[in-house]
């Protein structure tokens, strides 16, 4: 056995599967396709769940991957212990109802110890204590029975509920002695480090039908699965994942910067390992379209990335770093994934914009976070209070994981009910955000039984005859319908395009001689059924009928302008701001479109304007548009854009407009670009950290802007008694009158306040060398009090005073003190506080100058009178 690089097995590993007639397929997105319970793919046969489940055909009954995967759930002890990480990759071979036990456990043996060379006894398998056939597998392939291991249901058999399943056999890898407890009967299945599994071969070969009753599958199944990382811990003889040569390297880096060695602090170490692992995660996750938000996935990124920069900060890095380390996972990982040196320094800039905004707030967070301790210490308590730790979540982008964490080094903890609590409410808003699946929630099981696929004519059919394969209606198959039932009608063929790609779909009708079909949507499954949602208008229709199917070909046209606008504007943004720019959603529709890319700050007027004009200036060129159907290899050489996290067949269609745009796209166009008429931005805007949002419009939609635009002009000139050509001057003329009567307003304000000075002063209360005054205003804002504070107290020497708006019906308090009344005990801050306190507000500040806010207005008069008792109390 000789030593080998992470990236040398992960190839001996696929090119071992491709000779035993394996497809290699590529690494599938860390972002789930078509599958809702899963944030992040967590596992190698998670992708490939619908060929296991025979939702959709797989390309080959035998596949090889290495996947890459993300899991999150031990991420606090990530960096605690050398064993933990969040990223790793997963080998894997599978077999969908083609070879089973007789291959698979030979293959495996024949991997480990003929083309990795491992010592035979060194391995160590173990078995469900029921599969006889396994283990005489296992000892036909020179395995003794002393190292064949029988386990229980909890160790070697693979089931989640209900469903397939069947039980597994694991290798084990003995480390030597040196690694054991030193116990005599230390062995496989013993809790120490000595034999750890390297692989795992998951045999599915029973339906379990939930209530403990298993029948043998027709068709049995092969997932396997191995991790690179600890597969390259064997064959490197190293302790831990953090040790194996590409991940050294990174931590290198790291070390590097922050000046420290590892292995010389333990507490150095644990950062040293937490920013390693997670800037692994980061990069792939970026690499996939992944971007920091405060949900889902995004916050996943977000939560790792500031966990390794407050890392950063503990090994004293106080500059942006992970933008630089970044570029070494990428250097150790390319090889295998070479879209990360393809979108380079998309992945640096949007982990640096991530990287400067928590610095920006770190340091005002930490210091919230340690007034907070800091308190409570003072008062002899232990647990931060949810509404603490939401402030600090929400005002601060505090990750709730580091407050914990940061918590725990100060031995407290924290009240995760009412930070929890916080959290439901703020989300409530999102709670209809699931309107169009909700309306298909019955598709998955409803269509599983059915293997007809629609076949797609749209791009060259508006209209077409076909016939009707199945009918839904309240949740189930029906064999007819009647007018006024809604349901959802397939048809063995189709114009209708269905909602994808951010174009939404085709309407139209349905007709046969008995009746009439509206289409309101139009929807596809995974495996290409076409799903024509809408309502029986008139007559009936039955399953077998020959219907006609005809699209609303005004509206297919209107959103072909704007879907061949939207790729227009894509290019013209990379031409202008940079090839950073990446499609991070769209949505086109009838002459209208919305764009969202990934760019860093807000588009200058001179930008927007560029962009505008280059489009029209394609559209006005009559470029041609071509769609040519070709392999994704040969689009790529192309230069076609593809779409972040998108998931191509085989074949894709490649749509050119002239030498301008070549974009890959299953969408419909138009044949020329002077199909588009005009081109108009609307707006452009923030959707979320590092992404913009543009939104346009087109031909018809253009006119209505225009129309819009004259209408609201008129309107203007007749509010204001101007013509269109007038229009600017009349309204300077008014803001300047407007201003006028604000500074004469404000001058008969401070003339107002200023009286109400000289009486408060008059009818101040004496606490005994220091004087109390208090003015109630109805309409003062906080800054007009303040200005009366200063006024009050350049008056004099020994004075305190409270200043009190009730504008809008809320309290609004300020109070200052001179030096004298401090000295003699008064202070503003604990003034303030009293009083709002009073009314069921709170605040406080300086002992000079201190603001707050109440609640009730009803309360004041009662709050007021206990004043001079409060300042009195005060008093040295």
């Not at 692992?277 to 996943?300: A, C, F, Q």
């Not at 300020?814 to 709002?836: D, F, M, Q, Y």
Request: charged share 25%; aromatic share 6%; glycine share 8%.
């Amino acid at each position: 056995m000789h030593s080998m690089g992470l990236n040398e097995l992960r190839e001996k590993y696929l090119a071992f599967f491709e000779s035993k007639e394996h497809l290699r397929l590529k690494s599938f997105s860390l972002i789930p396709q078509n599958e809702k319970s899963l944030l992040l793919i967590n596992a190698g046969m998670a992708p490939l769940k619908p060929y296991f489940t025979g939702e959709i055909v797989p390309p080959r009954k035998r596949i090889t991957t290495c996947q890459k995967c993300i899991r999150t759930l031990d991420i606090e002890n990530v960096g605690k212990t050398a064993r933990h990480g969040t990223f790793f990759e997963m080998l894997g071979n599978f077999s969908f109802g083609d070879y089973f036990k007789e291959e698979a456990i030979p293959w495996a043996w024949e991997f480990l110890t003929k083309v990795l060379e491992i010592p035979e006894d060194r391995l160590y398998v173990t078995i469900y204590e029921e599969d006889d056939e396994a283990e005489q597998i296992w000892l036909k392939n020179g395995v003794p029975i002393e190292r064949i291991f029988r386990m229980g249901k909890e160790d070697n058999f693979w089931e989640i509920g209900a469903g397939p399943c069947g039980p597994d056999s694991e290798i084990h890898f003995d480390r030597g002695p040196e690694y054991g407890c030193g116990k005599p009967g230390c062995t496989v299945g013993c809790s120490c480090d000595r034999f750890i599994e390297i692989w795992n071969l998951v045999f599915t070969q029973f339906n379990n039908d939930g209530n403990g009753n298993y029948t043998v599958l027709p068709k049995k199944n092969i997932d396997t699965g191995m991790g690179l990382e600890r597969l390259a811990c064997v064959m490197q003889n190293v302790g831990n994942l953090f040790e194996v040569d590409t991940i050294r390297n990174i931590m290198k880096h790291i070390s590097e910067i922050a000046g420290k060695e590892y292995h010389a602090n333990e507490k150095d170490d644990i950062s040293l390992r937490v920013i390693t692992d997670h800037i692994r995660s980061t990069t792939m996750m970026v690499s996939d379209g992944v971007l920091p938000s405060n949900e889902g996935r995004g916050y996943v990124l977000r939560r790792l990335l500031r966990r390794a920069a407050r890392h950063g900060r503990l090994l004293g890095i106080t500059k942006p770093f992970l933008c630089d380390v970044c570029r070494t996972v990428i250097t150790e990982s390319c090889e295998a994934y070479p879209e990360l040196k393809e979108k380079e320094d998309y992945i640096v800039k949007v982990i640096s914009m991530e990287e400067d905004r928590f610095a920006a707030t770190l340091d005002a967070g930490l210091g919230i976070l340690n007034d907070m301790t800091a308190a409570l210490k003072a008062e002899g308590r232990n647990e931060l209070s949810g509404d603490d730790a939401f402030k600090l979540y929400d005002t601060f982008g505090f990750p709730i994981d580091l407050t914990l964490e940061l918590l725990e080094e100060q031995g407290l903890t924290l009240d995760r009910e009412g930070f929890d609590a916080n959290m439901n409410a703020q989300r409530e808003r999102a709670r209809t955000a699931r309107a169009a699946a909700g309306d298909f929630g019955w598709a998955g099981s409803e269509l599983a039984g059915i293997e007809d696929v629609t076949v797609f004519e749209g791009y060259s059919e508006n209209s077409l005859n076909a016939t009707i394969t199945h009918i839904f209606a309240d949740g189930e198959e029906r064999g007819s319908i009647t007018a006024g039932d809604s349901a959802v009608m397939l048809l063995d063929r189709t114009p209708f395009y269905a909602e994808s790609g951010g174009q939404v779909c085709d309407l139209g009708v349905i007709t046969s001689d008995k009746g009439v079909f509206e289409i309101t949507d139009v929807k596809k499954t995974a495996d290409g059924k076409f799903l024509h949602c809408g309502r029986v208008v008139s007559g009936d229709f039955a399953q077998g009928n020959t219907v006609s199917a005809k699209i609303d070909t005004d509206r297919r046209a209107a959103v072909a302008r704007a879907h061949s606008a939207t790729h227009l504007l894509q290019k013209a943004l990379r031409e202008t701001l940079g090839s950073h720019v990446e499609q991070a959603g769209s949505l086109v529709e009838p002459d209208k479109l919305r764009f969202d890319f990934t760019h860093f700050s807000a588009m200058t007027s001179e930008e927007l304007a560029a962009v505008e004009a280059t489009v029209n200036e394609k559209i006005l060129a009559s470029l041609p548009v071509t769609v040519t159907e070709m392999s994704l290899e040969d689009a790529k050489k192309t230069g076609a854009m593809a779409l972040f996290g998108e998931k191509y067949g085989d074949t894709v269609r490649v749509v050119r407009m002239g030498d301008f745009s070549t974009e890959l796209c299953g969408g419909t166009h138009l044949k020329n670009t002077s199909g588009a008429g005009l081109f108009k931005l609307v707006s452009e805007s923030s959707v979320a950290a590092g992404v913009r949002r543009i939104e346009a419009v087109t031909a018809d939609g253009v006119l209505e802007l225009l129309e819009s635009d004259r209408s609201l002009i008129n309107q203007t000139c007749e509010a204001l008694r101007s013509t269109p050509t007038e229009l600017v001057k009349s309204a300077l003329k008014l803001s300047n009158e407007l201003r006028e009567l604000r500074r004469e307003n404000e001058k008969l304000k401070a003339a107002a306040a200023a009286s109400k000075v000289t009486d408060a002063l008059a009818n101040a209360t004496d606490l005994g060398g220091v004087k109390l005054a208090v003015i109630t205003y109805e309409d003062a804002e906080a800054d007009l009090l303040r200005k009366v504070g200063d006024d009050l107290k350049s008056r004099d020497e020994a004075l305190a005073a409270l200043l009190v708006s009730t504008a809008g019906g809320k309290l609004t308090f300020v109070s200052v003190c001179t030096k004298a009344a401090n000295a003699a005990g008064l202070h503003a801050g604990n003034l303030v506080r009293e009083v709002a306190k009073a009314t069921g507000g709170n605040g406080g500040g300086r002992p000079d100058s201190a603001s707050a806010g109440g609640k009730d207005v009803s309360l004041l008069p009662a709050a007021l009178s206990e004043l001079p008792k409060i300042a009195s109390s005060m008093l040295k």
